[in-house]
């Protein structure tokens, strides 16, 4: 069974009042200790050394409730107020009993994540696994540093495993650290919670965010050896394209012009001309692509990369101190990415 949460768009965080104030810094540091005592870890074996419960607010209530029936029951002698109390307060502890062990034993496997743009939802994949002969009911994990974000929740079976999604948002580029996430449970009866904090050992390798418009793609380098000049036209694509022959690799079709020829009622396909491609060269140069900052040329860079892979062009790449000669395919674009996302 699986579950998947979303982390929502990013907003003003609400302000805390005073009077709350000196709670929420005394949770921060529960939270920064109980950090620090756990290493980081892809697979985490919840015991009784890594689980934590507290009561509830329904708890809290619950107990101030027996309070009260204990204390009319003492002052009018009521027998049955007696029964009541401590039969509601022996379910109470039954119950908390049975909250810590729906949560310890279980192990936690987290599958490392594959790389994103920045402003991407990363994807986290958690393994729970249970080898124990009884069910577990209730079982959540979200990231705690988004106490925004949903909890997803799924049961795990008797012997078996149960797989959850989680989603969080990469607001930079770069090799990032994973949040800490938080497995918890409020089974069976809510009036405690147990929880575990565990800190993934894995990082996620963040792209640049792709510009969204970005400019045609910049002339051609001629070859050493070779004259000429090739340039990009407004939509993208070299030219110097001749009529579709027999045999020609399907990728060297134009097919925006393949479609607009369609539309206007006519079959004619047109091909890029390999003879001009092969006296040419098509760099992605860092100090050439026209944009102010760093972050923005990483981002143009980007988009031309992703335009070019569609395109199916040879490309190379040169940013400060590292130049990728120009090839094409999916190793190449995933080499170009990690460059610019590390630059």
Same mark, same amino acid.
């Given at each position: 069974?699986?579950?998947?949460?979303?982390?929502?768009?990013?907003?003003? #965080?609400?302000?805390?009042?005073?009077?709350?104030?000196?709670?929420?810094?005394?949770?921060?540091?529960?939270?920064?200790?109980?950090?620090?005592?756990?290493?980081?870890?892809?697979?985490? !074996?919840?015991?009784?050394?890594?689980?934590?419960?507290?009561?509830?607010?329904?708890?809290?209530?619950?107990?101030?409730?027996?309070?009260?029936?204990?204390?009319?029951?003492?002052?009018?002698? %009521?027998?049955?107020?007696?029964?009541?109390?401590?039969?509601?307060?022996?379910?109470?502890?039954?119950?908390?009993?049975?909250?810590? /062990?729906?949560?310890?034993?279980?192990? !936690?496997?987290?599958?490392? @994540?594959?790389?994103?743009?920045?402003?991407?939802?990363?994807?986290?994949?958690?393994?729970?696994?249970?080898?124990?002969?009884?069910?577990?009911?209730?079982?959540?994990?979200?990231?705690?540093?988004?106490?925004?974000?949903?909890?997803?929740?799924?049961?795990?079976?008797?012997?078996?495993?149960?797989?959850?999604?989680?989603?969080?948002?990469?607001?930079?580029?770069?090799?990032?650290? !994973? @949040?800490?996430?938080? #497995?918890?449970?409020?089974?069976?009866?809510?009036? $405690?919670?147990?929880?575990?904090?565990?800190? =993934?050992?894995?990082?996620? !390798?963040?792209?640049?965010?792709?510009?969204?418009?970005?400019? =045609?793609?910049?002339?051609?380098?001629?070859?050493?050896?070779?004259?000429?000049?090739?340039?990009?036209?407004?939509?993208?694509? $070299?030219?110097?394209?001749?009529?579709?022959?027999?045999?020609? =690799?399907?990728?060297?079709?134009?097919?925006?012009?393949?479609?607009?020829?369609?539309?206007?009622?006519?079959?004619?396909?047109?091909?890029?001309?390999?003879?001009?491609?092969?006296?040419?060269?098509?760099?992605?140069?860092? #100090?050439?692509?026209?944009?102010?900052?760093?972050?923005?040329?990483?981002?143009?860079?980007?988009?031309?990369?992703?335009?070019?892979?569609? %395109?199916?062009?040879?490309? /190379?790449?040169? %940013?400060?101190?590292?130049?990728?000669?120009?090839?094409?395919?999916?190793?190449?674009?995933?080499?170009?990415?990690?460059?610019?996302? %590390?630059?």
């Amino acid at each position: 069974m699986s579950a998947l949460s979303g982390t929502p768009s990013p907003t003003t #965080a609400p302000s805390i009042p005073d009077r709350w104030r000196p709670v929420s810094r005394l949770r921060q540091r529960a939270r920064r200790w109980i950090q620090s005592r756990q290493p980081r870890t892809d697979t985490l !074996l919840l015991t009784q050394r890594n689980v934590y419960i507290l009561p509830t607010r329904p708890g809290l209530m619950l107990a101030l409730t027996l309070m009260l029936l204990l204390v009319a029951s003492i002052n009018y002698q %009521l027998n049955l107020g007696y029964l009541l109390t401590f039969l509601l307060a022996g379910s109470a502890l039954v119950g908390m009993h049975k909250c810590h /062990g729906n949560l310890r034993g279980l192990s !936690l496997h987290l599958s490392p @994540p594959a790389p994103v743009h920045a402003g991407q939802a990363v994807s986290l994949e958690v393994r729970l696994s249970n080898p124990g002969r009884q069910e577990r009911y209730g079982i959540a994990m979200l990231v705690d540093d988004a106490p925004q974000s949903a909890p997803a929740w799924t049961d795990v079976p008797a012997q078996g495993d149960a797989l959850l999604h989680l989603a969080w948002r990469a607001s930079r580029r770069g090799r990032q650290t !994973l @949040p800490t996430l938080r #497995a918890q449970t409020l089974f069976p009866l809510g009036v $405690f919670r147990v929880w575990a904090l565990w800190q =993934p050992r894995a990082d996620v !390798l963040v792209y640049p965010a792709p510009e969204s418009h970005p400019p =045609p793609l910049p002339p051609g380098e001629p070859m050493p050896g070779h004259g000429g000049h090739a340039r990009a036209n407004n939509s993208g694509e $070299f030219d110097g394209v001749r009529a579709y022959r027999r045999g020609d =690799p399907i990728r060297t079709v134009v097919w925006r012009k393949a479609a607009k020829a369609f539309a206007a009622g006519r079959d004619d396909l047109v091909s890029r001309d390999l003879m001009i491609t092969q006296r040419q060269q098509l760099w992605l140069d860092h #100090a050439r692509c026209g944009a102010p900052d760093l972050e923005s040329r990483l981002s143009r860079l980007c988009a031309w990369v992703l335009l070019c892979e569609r %395109l199916g062009l040879e490309y /190379g790449l040169r %940013l400060p101190g590292t130049e990728i000669a120009p090839d094409i395919g999916p190793a190449h674009r995933m080499r170009c990415l990690e460059a610019m996302a %590390l630059a």
